[in-house]
């Protein structure tokens, strides 16, 4: 499996932000989990990259909103 780029992370936050408002950061660290717990545990790296992007997304944009 490819590692996703900085990129593509950055992309998949700001759509699960869009998605989830708020509870974005909440989403990504619950995905995280469930696919460590799956076993999963380069799915599970990858969620936690999209989690810090979210929170990092989030510091910076006022009112969470995502352009």
Do not use: C
């Not at 990504?28 to 936690?48: K, P, Y």
Request: hydrophobic share 40%; glycine share 6%; net charge negative.
């Amino acid at each position: 499996m490819k590692k996703p780029s900085d990129r593509d992370i950055d992309a998949t936050a700001k759509l699960v932000m869009r998605q989830h408002g708020e509870s974005a950061a909440y989403f990504a660290a619950g995905r995280a989990d469930e696919l460590l717990e799956a076993g999963d545990s380069i799915g599970s790296a990858v969620w936690r990259r999209i989690l810090q992007a979210v929170e990092r997304l989030q510091n910076q944009e006022p009112n969470n909103t995502v352009h």
